[in-house]
């Protein structure tokens, strides 16, 4: 296999003496879909939250295309191509959805023209209807979706996307589906997506790595993953709890 | 990637808002004050709006930011008595003074910002308050150059092409230079950041997730409004032919920020009207007597609470009422939030 | 080495008074994320209730200051419940909001009680001497209330029910209603307990120094500082840097004196700020 | 067109800032300008000399007003209120000159008399102010006047009497570290220097609520005498509360500041104030009591208790007196030369003179009768008439 896109090596984190995850190890390959699951408090969020430098490593090193991405700021990483997305809608409110775009491709560097496809995901997005309407003034699943298609538009080699199905409708999640098609197929990057929806990361992963108490509790082709028995009885409650949260 | 024709362009708003255009037109229309009224009563209540605009438009320029910004006196005792010391050693010529105003609190504000804009929020509110307080003792504890508490008087007139501005209308126009160069400057930074100013008060994370390194404008837009604060300081200078400590009060950046608030928080237009509506209430139609603070004080409970978008909110609503636009006018979306 | 020794005295008595202002101000950043500039104006006005209430209603002192942190902590609950609930996701509307209350109350009590400082004073004189050094009664007195206060808070948010909704609301109201807490209640408790002990405060301290309707703006400023030294919402932090101002305070004015100590106090709360930007204790409070 | 659609939006304001003055048309009148603090902390102050004003222009205009070349005119007072602080009194100042006003009393306080000076200069005013401002008068302001000598004046004679009684050998005198503090503590310095005296000087930061620590460090050095000059009211009470607490027993001054009263309400009565001394700027007696009783009558209301009315009502009927000599009250330059002229002889208040040459280098500080107060261990005596300052 060539370079891996993301690579992580020896990854840990913690809060005063608390290790909310410790000694991760695992590769993201090029164009690769990878799911991250694990019950509540496996430390996902913050995983991806340390990933991005949003949070400083406590020790170990990450590395996009080869090039160490540890140790710089925020803002300089998503410039070299990490990017991620909320779990909680997050968009600039007072600016119209039009205007939340543009700053999505000016703030990432990006050139202010946008391709066809891009276009029309804006289309199916439901967003096209909704241009010039303040962002706040969107019901939420818009929102959210607004916010994942601007991590979108920052055109990032790695996408890392933090519970993209969380809050909206079933009906909705279609809509993450489209999303990753458009992130993997136009813009040809890898995509890490943390989630609770199993569903989701079936449809969309075929590979799955499962956190659990800051460790990787198995790892593989997702099918063989989520039928584990380790995985199963850790899990297996949380994902249901999950489900019926959202239901 | 694809290499398709691009299908749409997403180009930055870089425009003048109809507020902006308002609010620059108004400060033209008063160059001519002079001309209409010779009476100095007017011209001197003027003359204080517009260095309260000054003060008003650095508190602006950080609220963009969402930071309040208490430190507008410090910085206007700064950019004044630099001003002061320079026309002691005979700079007298107004641009050059307007120059020395404007960069002293600018130089300063650069490494200050350094360790200022590290701090969130309400730190950043205490710490600028603070800034003022030492800006104040270190000009009392200074008298050999800033005249200690009694402040500098005597300094040499300022003068334009060699002509000393002296009489009322002059002061009056000394005033407005200083107003007409900070409202540029306010444009031109609000013109060229806006967006990124926005966004970082209302999302700092987003942007940043997006690659933007907010650190980077915020240490550039604290020296602006620094710098806007300091030709504001100069013109209350000029006013008073004096500089005096208690021109620069901590206390007084209530004043400014209350210009802002209550004429409106989101445009310069805000600045504007909140510091004209102020001032003239503040000189003039005194509330005088000893209820003034408490009015004050009322009234600014009273925008906070009812008048979220000060006197320029109120007239848009006015404004969208006249023309019978509501929310309805917008397309209806399909979903609700779970 | 007497001097030193009475330095350490003083600063131990200002300190505690320190503490006992910033608490309350702490606490209300720490839960409801306000920053209270009205909080030296609850000190004033308790010193002037518990006059009131010795002068006019010819009460003993210590009921006196009990009706005043009662009055002073109504008052407070009110003008959270009426005024700063409506607002209090935004700081800084909340931090004008009670910017205006403090102007409003200030000039109300001019208006009733004139601007002139009244008679009041501490029922107890004398000293115990302390070595060289002497410790008047009623500072004794004061440092004695401030400890037990700033125990009783501490035990109240730390090891108690409330203290715990409290705790959680600061991080999440929904999981304060598990708790069976209404964040409207928490609030307004919380805004009357910091009044309250604002109150209490003034109604001990301004018999020992003096009281006029400017009494609190000194006291306000003295809270920012140790408040933002401390690390704002920490009530560890509130309380080391009530000591250390205290300290600074007290050795700055007796070996150096004039305004040298305060221009001091102030580098330092920067310098600090610039090390650790959220101050000696500081967390990060609710969505500041 | 245009022009004209302006000066109609214009009108309104213009009209309410005329209505202000209260334009009543008279015959003849003549305005002069009265400036001070009349709302805010320090109002007792402004309020006080306003009375001070109106009482001398009553008396003036009742015996015909002032001769002008249009004839007698009756003298007119334009109020505006500085809410004592620079820019209101320079703005002030700015609003009299557009009303061709030449000759202004006030204001009170030193923040607005460094405001209002520079702008009044501009505008050829004559200006009769109260301030502790060492820089108050000066050759550099040739029409500003001083209403009662600075501490230059009078503190050595009050230094003598406290001298006399208490013998102190050694002084500390504590002052704010702002300007009210810095321009009167070296002159009263001076004095008790001047006397044999060992004088410390320490100042403090404005706004200090507790002085634990000052007074500590004061106390050390085991000072005789302790003055505090012109600290304000309130921080003097704090101070003299605390020294007594920390066991000072010596005399306490204040050269400078008024407010006896309240200083001993905060520090618990005057039993607890014990020895204390004090400048008066004037002593009400009989004589001046007449002034109260003048004012009802010509304007039918109570004048004010503060003791600035009647300092500023003989300094007005002094300027009164000058403007009718000189026939006018636009012509500030001749009003400012009968005035240094006037033999200063008021019926109520006394006899007096015009000093200030060694001091402000310029002989325009109105020097009246003074008075000093003692409270010998908790008892108030009566206060002690002393004669017009006289130049060292």
């Known amino acids: 296999m060539s370079q891996a896109a993301l690579s992580v090596e020896a990854l840990s984190k913690s809060f005063g003496g608390l290790h909310v995850f410790k000694d991760l190890t695992f590769d993201l390959a090029p164009g690769e879909i990878l799911g991250v699951i694990g019950p509540n408090g496996a430390g996902k969020t913050t995983l991806v939250n340390v990933l991005s430098n949003q949070l400083t490593a406590t020790s170990g090193t990450v590395r996009l295309y080869g090039e160490v991405v540890s140790g710089r700021s925020f803002p300089a990483t998503a410039r070299l191509g990490l990017v991620r997305s909320f779990q909680h809608t997050s968009v600039f409110p007072t600016a119209t959805v039009a205007e939340n775009l543009v700053r999505a491709r000016y703030f990432a560097g990006r050139p202010p023209q946008i391709h066809t496809e891009a276009t029309e995901l804006l289309e199916v997005c439901g967003l096209g209807a909704v241009f010039h309407r303040k962002a706040v003034d969107l019901p939420y699943g818009l929102q959210k979706t607004l916010g994942l298609v601007m991590s979108c538009l920052a055109e990032p080699k790695v996408l890392m996307m933090d519970e993209p199905a969380a809050g909206l409708e079933r009906v909705e999640r279609i809509v993450v589906d489209k999303l990753v098609h458009y992130a993997s197929h136009v813009l040809e990057c890898s995509i890490m997506i943390v989630e609770h929806d199993m569903d989701l990361i079936r449809r969309l992963c075929p590979r799955s790595i499962v956190l659990e108490g800051g460790k990787i509790l198995a790892q593989g082709a997702t099918p063989n993953v989520l039928s584990e028995p380790s995985v199963i009885s850790a899990y297996l409650g949380e994902a249901l709890e999950a489900n019926d949260a959202v239901h | ?338 | 080495m007497d001097t030193f020794l009475l330095a350490l005295v003083i600063g131990a008595m200002f300190s505690a008074q320190y503490a006992l202002i910033a608490l309350g101000f702490t606490l209300v950043f720490g839960i409801l994320g306000v920053v209270n500039f009205a909080h030296g104006s609850m000190y004033m006005l308790g010193g002037y209730v518990a006059y009131w209430s010795v002068s006019t209603l010819g009460l003993p002192y210590p009921i006196a200051v009990a009706i005043a942190v009662l009055f002073t902590g109504l008052l407070g609950a009110l003008i959270e419940i009426l005024l700063v609930h409506r607002i209090v996701e935004d700081h800084l509307s909340t931090l004008i909001l009670t910017l205006g209350v403090s102007l409003v109350i200030v000039t109300g009590v001019s208006l009733i009680f004139g601007h002139e400082a009244p008679q009041f004073t501490f029922p107890i004189a004398g000293s115990i001497p302390l070595g060289p050094a002497y410790m008047p009664l009623d500072r004794l007195i004061v440092m004695i209330v401030s400890g037990v206060a700033i125990l009783a808070v501490y035990l109240l948010i730390f090891r108690s029910a409330f203290g715990r909704a409290v705790r959680a609301l600061s991080i999440d109201q929904s999981i304060a209603r598990t708790y069976g807490m209404n964040p409207r209640v928490l609030f307004a408790v919380t805004m009357a307990l910091s009044s309250g002990l604002a109150a209490l405060a003034g109604a001990l301290v301004t018999p020992i120094l003096s009281l006029s309707p400017h009494a609190g703006e000194s006291v306000l400023l003295t809270a920012f500082v140790v408040v933002i030294l401390g690390g704002l919402g920490s009530i560890i932090g509130a309380t080391w840097a009530a000591v250390i101002t205290g300290m600074i305070q007290s050795f700055a004015g007796i070996y150096v004196g004039g305004s040298l100590g305060t221009l001091l106090l102030f580098v330092l709360v920067i310098a600090v700020l610039t090390v650790r930007p959220s101050g000696l204790f500081g967390a990060p409070a609710r969505g500041a | 067109m245009k022009k004209r659609e302006t000066t109609k939006l214009f009108a309104p304001i213009l009209g309410a800032i005329l209505a202000l003055g209260g334009s009543a048309v008279h015959a003849c009148e003549v305005k002069v300008g009265v400036v001070g603090p009349f709302s805010g902390g320090a109002a007792q102050w402004g309020v006080a000399m306003k009375s001070g004003a109106e009482l001398a222009a009553a008396e003036f205009n009742a015996a015909g007003g002032i001769p002008t070349d249009k004839g007698d005119c009756k003298i007119r007072l334009v109020e505006i209120d500085t809410q004592y602080s620079a820019q209101g009194a320079a703005a002030a100042a700015n609003s009299l000159a557009n009303e061709g006003v030449k000759v202004v009393l006030g204001p009170v306080g030193s923040p607005e008399v460094s405001g209002i000076k520079p702008v009044a200069a501009r505008h050829r005013m004559l200006l009769m102010v109260n301030s502790y401002a060492k820089d108050a008068i000066g050759p550099k302001w040739p029409l500003a006047f001083h209403v009662s000598p600075g501490a230059s004046g009078w503190a050595l004679p009050i230094v003598r009497k406290a001298k006399e009684r208490y013998g102190m050998k050694n002084v500390t005198i504590i002052a704010p570290n702002d300007q009210g503090g810095t321009d009167i503590a070296p002159v009263v310095a001076e004095a008790y220097t001047a006397e044999g005296i060992k004088t410390k000087e320490e100042y403090f930061q404005r706004g200090t609520a507790d002085f634990t620590a000052l007074v500590t460090r004061v106390l050390a050095s085991k000072p005789d005498a302790i003055d505090l000059v012109s600290s304000p009211t309130v921080e003097s009470g704090t101070l003299a509360k605390q020294l007594r607490v920390a066991g000072f027993r010596g005399p306490i001054g204040k050269l400078g500041g008024p407010g006896t009263e309240e200083i001993a309400r905060i520090v618990g009565g005057y039993e607890a104030l014990g020895d204390y001394y004090y400048f008066e700027p004037i002593v009400v007696d009989e004589e001046a009591l007449k002034m109260r009783d003048a004012y009802k009558e010509l304007t039918g209301k109570d004048s004010p208790e503060h003791t600035f009315f009647y300092l500023w009502g003989a300094a007005s009927r002094l300027v009164f007196q000058a403007m009718k000599e000189a026939q006018s009250a636009q012509d500030s330059e001749a009003i400012a030369e009968k005035l240094r002229a006037l033999d200063v002889k008021d019926p109520n208040i006394g006899e007096g003179l015009w000093i200030g040459q060694s001091f402000f280098g310029i002989n325009q500080e109105l020097s009246l009768p003074f008075g000093m107060g003692f409270v010998h261990n908790g008892q108030v005596e009566p206060l002690i008439k002393m004669p017009a300052a006289v130049d060292k």
């Open chain 2, 1 to 338: 990637m694809k290499k398709d024709m691009p299908y749409s362009v997403l180009q930055r708003e870089r425009q003048f808002s109809g507020s902006d255009r308002v609010t620059l037109v108004a400060l033209l229309l008063a160059a001519a004050l002079p001309l209409l009224t010779s009476n100095i009563l007017v011209q001197s209540v003027a003359s204080q709006a517009l260095i309260g605009f000054c003060g008003a438009l650095a508190v602006h320029l950080m609220l963009r930011l969402g930071l309040l910004n208490f430190s507008v006196p410090g910085f206007m005792a700064v950019g004044g008595y630099a001003a002061a010391i320079a026309a002691e050693y005979g700079v007298q010529d107004l641009f050059a003074l307007l120059g020395i105003a404007f960069s002293a609190p600018v130089v300063l504000a650069i490494p200050i910002g350094w360790i200022v804009l590290r701090l969130k929020g309400v730190y950043f509110v205490l710490v600028t308050y603070l800034l003022t307080e030492i800006v104040q003792l270190v000009i009392v504890e200074t008298p050999s150059l800033t005249g200690g508490t009694n402040g500098l008087i005597g300094f040499p007139p300022t003068t334009f092409f060699g002509t000393e501005l002296i009489s009322g209308p002059a002061v009056y126009y000394t005033c407005y230079a200083a107003a007409i160069v900070a409202l540029f400057v306010a444009l031109w930074s609000t013109r060229s950041y806006g967006d990124i100013y926005d966004s970082q008060a209302h999302n700092e994370t987003l942007a940043q997730s997006l690659g933007l390194d907010t650190a980077r404008y915020k240490a550039q837009a604290f020296p602006v409004s620094a710098g806007v604060a300091g030709l504001g300081g100069f013109a209350l200078v000029q006013l008073l032919i004096t500089a005096h400590p208690l021109s620069f009060t901590a206390a007084s950046s209530v004043n400014y920020i209350a210009y802002v608030l209550i004429g409106g928080a989101a445009s310069l237009l805000g600045a504007l009207l909140g510091t004209v509506v102020l001032v003239t209430a503040i000189t003039q139609f005194s509330w005088s007597g000893e209820y003034s603070l408490g009015l004050f004080g009322l009234l600014l409970i009273f925008s906070v609470l009812f008048m979220r978008d000060g006197v320029v909110g109120v007239f848009t609503k006015i404004a969208h009422t006249i023309r019978g636009r509501n929310q309805l006018a917008y397309p209806a979306t399909q979903g609700d939030p779970t």
